[in-house]
């Protein structure tokens, strides 16, 4: 490297000049131009510094550089474009490099869940956002955050959450995280570090987030069983935990929806403890046929941490999300936010922030809505039709719903079945955290067409007659 | 709440219709807003859901729900706006609250460490990259991603660091992470993971990243003093470690450069231990007299975790940051940051790669460079003319230098004095492990106007004259 025999500076860092003798200048830089297009340091496409920029870095006169790019043009390792500059001209093409891990055959129908209809992304009305951000925001909003987020969004998020999900959220409670999976992360580590030892989760639940990161965090995990109104609150009582992550509108996977009776029982249960509920709301905003449950964090805000991203509702990939965390417990989800990225990105928040408070966030679920619904209601049809041995549930809300197999039908077969035929779709069964309990299907409905939907019903339900032909 | 008697839905959460008796329905709506208003949960400038949307939802014909907000306009509850929505007239005004533990009396001139001039934040052309991401990515670049980030942004960060800093990048070996201080929590997370026991740093450093992340992750820290020219190869020697933080262009806050001797040394160390160099490259982009000064990964891209960030480039509100990460590592650095986060927002990442690819990156480094050089000239020229007692080093590169104090002066009698006068500047001695070594003042001059930077450096010559009145 030109370290420190050279003169050159940042983008002339390549160009190795020695003045005492050797070659000319001009050669000097060909040189070493041509050696990193060679060597693939330099890649087709590079724009190459303006001539006066570089002959400004290496201490040589301009005519030096434009000797050297016209030699390496005339070689055809660079070319002119309009515009004035100079770019590299061969070399390995700048390909976009292959995802790791990408599956050799994709499935053709994929019921997968938590993959959003991206395709309905408002990029217009995100982009209004973005644009009056950056016209308004003051120039503080670019420094260094606090560990809460924005203040704005924070003011925003109340404002919604308190009028749509039924919540009493104090803007200072509110701590703005990268998705869900970073907020569990974080108040789980809260807790662990404040003496918890044992959460409890439902079986069946998600096994991607709360689960391992307590148990990296070296709390023990016990499930609590979940019946068709979400958790079993006769077996919660009986459970010894310091922490609880609940699924009370919609749980995932089985679709119950947790009564007013046994909300109370919860928070009693809380209470009683001083343990702490972990409501992850995680697709309240899509309900279909009946009232909205309000989050239970409503009726306990001192006892309940609130859990809400932007991945169902607009897309995983903005890494949006929020926490409402009482009071006692606020001060050290923001200290842990801070040590773990020092905030989320400023103008995400206020972009989102400003989407909220014009309404373009409740615009854009009143126009997915009866998309989503449509296509629940397609596939309940076609379940009916086509796959009559499937008992649906948990379909009043969300993208996705359970259908729950014969007890003389095995799961794991079904679901490989399933996979020789192009149609991916997942178990019940992994998701438990005990062995016991019927297999079912998972169904995410929410980013497939509508004929997928109907043919990959139909290849299941093909598959279930040939499994059970006297059916 | 409203949960199971009403049928409203969404933003109708707050109304509790009971059909059965009672009051008319107008005025059971009627009643809910205003209870909503007056409780705050409804807040002022709020807006109100179209009539026809609430009536759908709440299952009542439209005249009932005009006629309730017409009694609420006509009670000053409501107001209707132009455009045709109604939205919440009264109540407490959505103020922004209050950042925690703001400064009751912030100083006058603060030559704070880390804060970018954000005032020059190239807002047009992050505008325009933004633009064209939202017409053209594809959908799927809003599900879902990969840890290790946007293969966009990793090929394009991998062409500017080969092209200016002398680096040697796979895009495969590039790490997407939300800023410096979330990437040396990954890696110090992955090495404790395989075994590490001990993080060597610069003696004296930075004390809010790599130090607390690994004391938390149960490594033992221990420091190695730190000279001219930055790292003192001798003491590393005599080091057992496992990993070794290091600022090798520009050693943070003293400024030495590493020299290529010392780099070779640094290198044989790690290699002959199998121990891993971090390189925080924080600053390199601003390099004012000489040559650049290459990153040392490009010399052994196997032992060398490189990392970087925009916090000093664009904003730190950005929160962008990457690490380059040894063939061995990156799959579990990846996988650290999928458990952390689920990777890094993908619309910042595609905004960026975009403002690299074409040239903007460069464009906003040239514009800035000047007027960074222009402050620490006025810097050097004030320290020379008002505070001739400090010895100015480390001004070759950066945003900030350091001023030694002479001997007989105590570091923190002249911060303190400093601060009473309404300039806040840093000391060297809490960012060293060990209590040894001369006291010396850490001056940030990026973000400050140049009267800023005279009157501050003035202040400053007044608190030593009468410290020392003798001089």
């Known amino acids: 490297m030109a370290d420190t025999r050279s003169n050159s500076r940042v983008a002339a860092l390549l160009i190795d000049l020695q003045r005492d003798g050797g070659d000319a200048l001009h050669r000097q830089i060909e040189g070493s131009i041509r050696e990193a297009i060679r060597s693939g340091r330099l890649r087709v496409g590079t724009p190459l510094p303006p001539t006066r920029a570089l002959a400004a870095d290496l201490g040589v006169s301009r005519g030096v550089v434009v000797e050297a790019y016209q030699q390496l043009?005339?070689?055809?390792?660079?070319?002119?474009?309009?515009?004035?500059?100079?770019?590299?001209?061969?070399?390995?093409?700048?390909?976009?490099?292959?995802?790791?891990?990408?599956?050799?055959?994709?499935?053709?129908?994929?019921?997968?869940?938590?993959?959003?209809?991206?395709?309905?992304?408002?990029?217009?009305?995100?982009?209004?956002?973005?644009?009056?951000?950056?016209?308004?925001?003051?120039?503080?909003?670019?420094?260094?955050?606090?560990?809460?987020?924005?203040?704005?969004?924070?003011?925003?998020?109340?404002?919604?959450?308190?009028?749509?999900?039924?919540?009493?959220?104090?803007?200072?409670?509110?701590?703005?995280?990268?998705?869900?999976?970073?907020?569990?992360?974080?108040?789980?580590?809260?807790?662990?570090?404040?003496?918890?030892?044992?959460?409890?989760?439902?079986?069946?639940?998600?096994?991607?987030?709360?689960?391992?990161?307590?148990?990296?965090?070296?709390?023990?995990?016990?499930?609590?069983?979940?019946?068709?109104?979400?958790?079993?609150?006769?077996?919660?009582?009986?459970?010894?935990?310091?922490?609880?992550?609940?699924t009370p509108s919609h749980q995932w996977p089985t679709g119950g929806v947790l009564s007013a009776e046994s909300r109370a029982a919860v928070l009693r249960w809380a209470t009683r403890r001083g343990a702490v509920v972990i409501e992850d709301d995680y697709d309240a905003e899509y309900r279909y046929d009946r009232a909205p449950i309000g989050a239970i964090q409503g009726l306990a805000p001192d006892s309940v941490v609130y859990a809400g991203s932007a991945s169902k509702t607009l897309a995983p990939g903005l890494r949006l999300g929020w926490l409402v965390v009482p009071g006692g417990l606020v001060d050290a989800v923001a200290a842990a936010k801070i040590t773990a990225d020092r905030g989320s990105p400023a103008l995400d928040q206020l972009v989102f922030a400003d989407f909220l408070t014009r309404g373009e966030f409740d615009r854009h679920l009143r126009r997915m809505r009866p998309i989503y619904r449509r296509r629940r209601d397609l596939l309940l049809t076609a379940l009916r039709d086509r796959a009559p041995l499937l008992r649906p549930a948990g379909i009043a809300a969300g993208l996705h719903l359970v259908a729950w197999l014969p007890p003389d039908l095995d799961e794991a077969t079904v679901v490989a079945a399933a996979a020789r035929r192009g149609v991916a779709v997942h178990g019940v069964t992994p998701y438990r955290l005990s062995s016991a309990g019927p297999g079912g299907l998972i169904f995410g409905y929410s980013a497939l067409s509508e004929s997928s939907i109907v043919d990959g019903v139909a290849l299941i339900g093909e598959v279930l007659d040939e499994l059970r032909p006297e059916s």
Do not use: C, K
């Open 73 to 246: 043009v005339a070689e055809g390792y660079l070319t002119s474009r309009t515009g004035g500059y100079t770019e590299v001209a061969i070399g390995s093409e700048p390909a976009v490099p292959a995802e790791p891990a990408a599956p050799v055959r994709p499935p053709l129908i994929d019921f997968g869940y938590g993959r959003s209809d991206v395709s309905n992304f408002p990029r217009s009305a995100w982009l209004r956002s973005i644009r009056r951000v950056l016209a308004d925001a003051p120039n503080e909003r670019f420094l260094y955050l606090s560990g809460r987020g924005m203040p704005e969004l924070r003011q925003a998020l109340a404002d919604y959450l308190n009028r749509v999900r039924g919540a009493s959220v104090d803007p200072d409670h509110v701590v703005i995280v990268n998705g869900y999976a970073q907020g569990i992360a974080l108040i789980i580590g809260v807790l662990a570090g404040s003496g918890a030892r044992r959460l409890a989760v439902e079986d069946p639940s998600a096994d991607d987030d709360a689960r391992p990161v307590a148990a990296a965090a070296g709390l023990s995990v016990v499930g609590v069983p979940v019946g068709e109104d979400g958790i079993r609150v006769d077996a919660l009582e009986r459970t010894d935990a310091d922490a609880l992550v609940l």
